[in-house]
């Protein structure tokens, strides 16, 4: 089994790398580690403290890659041994580099071995380019040999990572040999980049400048190849992957052709949408000019379009109500212009959503650009000629809405190992031990006014989401926060200071980042704070070594960029809450909320906390306290100051003849309509009269 997943400069040593996209079979075959391979690897397996890893590629400082063989027509393949695992603490990530001397498709193949001699049953295969560390993607396998799907590669220098899986069950020593393969197209001029675009007709020259395309036409379509790439070999690359071609975009779509299709029926002519508001739409009589390259696992067809700007960096929502439909939601960003050019559809995609059947879909689209625009897509799923399950077009509505950036510490960063080896770094929360029963860190953050000056004052919170990972062998069943205010890098003071809390069901998957969403409805003032984020379950202990044997950890990634951490003359560091006993039954730990029934809040205290130099920064350029400082991002809208005094109309903190004579300037129109009834009147006058004087 594998599933393909990212991996970048982020995917290190300790924990998740991405998230899954998909699931396949492997091949079936003997799963056999070669002993007498070409190369071997220049380590000695699992990390060893204090040892900085040769082959630690993009997980070390600076980066290093163990240089394997070359592939040319003259010599097609090579092979790599070494040994990985899981020490119980660290895993084992080997990065070799390859040359490719001329246009070819690579192919790998990974047999593991455990040291009892058991087929492997959970590592990890990943490819990319070493001067790239986040061109790396991959996918984890369940079954012995993996063998990685063929690559199309230029000549260049490529890679190819071996580690154990997520849950690190691998053990040190767990053999493995890499075969690495070439193949070649029968067809020389298939990836040539003078050989001109597959989408486009030039029956002058032959073959096409991409490599795969070219070789999937040209081996249904020799002539394609031999006599010159005309309209039908184009339009044979314009083809979905899905039905033999290769999605090839070429924009096609005119503006009120046919007469009948919908007004925004073209990309170039999207309806301009407001966050909040709804847009009637009708894909009836629409066509088609999005492209269809497979992001999406099936093509969208009959589209319209909606385009709207993003009032800040947040989050914007695109929600989709189609009765008649089953709808794919695509979002293309446009950046700061409204006009919207057709072939840059492909390279301004930014994601896709099919999720759901007929009646509608949702999506959202994190970290957008304050200012920019963006594009959004919706067409039924599949051909609506031969529609199935999937509906036929018709009517429905699109709605855009947003949720604005109030804190946001960035994606964490790895900080690094005294040896030098890069890590992602997860501070333990929540019931860890025994003896451990409450276990938090307070981490400073900022809520600035949202207008200055203006009428809003504050924010309503809508999402928080700390980002981190859980440690083998623990429960979370809820995932809990609490908020206090905050005085300079002063240590909160457990229930004086508590502004907010509350508990969700701990989330079924995290995100890419390891993000754990919690869905809020806080309103916070301007001001400064302190958040902690820690899990629980029934079964948690209560009192130290009360014979409650659950244990919830939420490990809270450090090495947040733009994050902030206390600080005092010794230097950054961080407030860990005291280990303290509880007061409740040793039943249960439900500590925010209402139901505090594991807690001590007269004896709650926070300690000064720092890593002791265990963990340090991983370039000279990354911010003092990121060691410490945890990473997480908070969302919302601003909300409007409630006018405590209405009838003091000239803002001067009275109620008082000027604020009179304005009112009388404004008799009988709706200019100082203080009830609420449209019109300036005498019952105005009666509320104005009541509240003379000072305003409270």
């Known amino acids: 089994m594998k599933s393909s997943l990212a991996l970048g400069s982020a995917s290190l040593s300790t924990i998740v790398l991405g998230s899954l996209l998909s699931t396949t079979m492997s091949l079936s075959a003997q799963c056999v580690v070669n002993p007498t391979t070409t190369y071997f690897q220049n380590d000695g397996g699992c990390p060893v403290a204090g040892v900085l890893d040769p082959n630690g590629g993009c997980n070390v400082v600076p980066n290093a890659f163990q240089t394997s063989g070359a592939l040319s027509a003259a010599a ?37 071995v455990r040291p009892d001699g058991t087929p492997s049953a959970d590592f990890l295969v990943f490819f990319g380019e070493p001067a790239l560390c986040d061109s790396f993607g991959g996918f984890a396998y369940t079954a012995c040999p993996a063998v990685f799907p063929e690559q199309g590669v230029s000549p260049g220098t490529y890679g190819v990572v071996v580690t154990t899986g997520f849950v690190a069950t691998e053990p040190c020593d767990t053999a493995y040999s890499i075969n690495v393969s070439s193949r070649y197209s029968l067809f020389p001029s298939c990836g040539d980049p003078a050989a001109g675009d597959c989408g486009l007709s030039h029956p002058a020259t032959t073959g096409c400048s991409d490599l795969i395309c070219c070789d999937i036409v040209c081996t249904v379509n020799p002539l394609c190849c031999d006599l010159g790439w005309d309209q039908a070999c184009a339009s044979a690359a314009q083809i979905p992957p899905a039905s033999g071609g290769c999605g090839v975009f070429v924009y096609n779509c005119t503006i009120g052709v046919p007469a009948n299709a919908p007004s925004n029926n073209c990309a170039t002519n999207a309806a301009v949408v407001a966050m909040g508001a709804t847009n009637a739409f009708d894909n009836t009589n629409a066509t088609t000019d999005g492209p269809n390259n497979g992001q999406c696992g099936g093509e969208t067809y009959s589209d319209v379009w909606v385009i709207g700007q993003a009032p800040g960096a947040g989050n914007m929502f695109c ?22 050019v057709g ?58 809405g947003f949720e604005r950036v109030v804190w946001d510490t960035g994606n964490h960063i790895p ?115 302190y958040a902690t984020y820690f899990p629980s379950a ?83 350029t ?75």
């Open 76 to 112: 097609p393949s090579f092979s790599i041994g070494g040994s990985m695992g899981f020490d119980g603490t660290t895993r084992d990530l080997d990065w070799y580099t390859f040359t490719v001397a001329e246009a070819c498709f690579v192919n790998i193949t990974v047999n593991a």
């Open 319 to 340: 929600t989709v109500n189609s009765p008649s439909q089953d709808v794919v939601l695509s979002v293309y960003n446009n950046g700061t212009s409204t006009t919207v």
């Open 343 to 400: 072939t840059d559809l492909s390279t301004n995609f930014a994601g896709c959503v099919d999720v759901n059947g007929i009646g509608g879909e949702a999506a959202v689209l994190p970290n957008t650009i304050a200012g920019n625009w963006y594009v959004w897509r919706v067409g039924i799923w599949g051909n609506p000629a031969t529609p199935g399950g999937a509906g036929v077009p018709g009517a429905g509505d699109i709605t855009l």
């Open 415 to 529: 900080v690094c190992s005294t040896a030098g080896t890069a890590t992602n770094l997860g501070l333990s929360s929540g019931a860890i031990t025994a003896t451990s029963t409450q276990r938090w860190l307070a981490m400073p953050f900022t809520v600035t006014d949202p207008d200055g000056a203006g009428a809003q004052d504050s924010w309503k919170l809508t999402l928080m989401q700390p980002e981190g990972f859980v440690p083998a062998g623990n429960i979370n069943e809820k995932l809990n926060f609490i908020i206090w205010s905050r005085v300079a890098s002063n240590n909160p003071l457990y229930a004086t200071n508590q502004v907010a809390s509350g508990q969700v069901t701990f989330p079924a998957a995290l995100g890419a980042a390891g993000q754990a969403d919690i869905a809020t409805d806080i309103t916070l003032v301007a001001g400064d704070y």
């Open 538 to 620: 029934v079964g948690n202990p209560c009192r130290p070594s009360d014979g409650q044997l659950i244990t919830s950890n939420f490990a809270w990634f450090t090495g947040a960029p733009q994050g902030l951490w206390s600080t005092d003359a010794t230097g950054p560091f961080a407030w860990r809450s005291v280990t303290q006993q509880g007061v409740g039954p040793a039943v249960q730990t439900v500590v925010a909320g209402t139901t505090a029934v594991c807690t001590n809040p007269a004896g709650a205290g926070f300690l000064r906390y720092t890593l002791i130099g265990a963990y340090v920064n991983c370039n000279a």
């Open 622 to 696: 990354d911010p003092a306290g990121l060691t410490v400082s945890t990473a997480f991002h908070i969302l919302g809208n601003p909300v409007e100051a409630i006018n405590t005094c209405p009838t003091d109309l000239d803002g001067n903190g009275v109620t008082d003849a000027a604020d009179l004579a304005i009112l009388l300037n404004a008799w009988g129109t709706g200019g100082v309509d203080l009830n609420g009834d449209g019109l300036t009147d005498a019952a105005d006058l009666a509320t104005l009269l009541n509240s003379w004087g000072n305003c409270p």
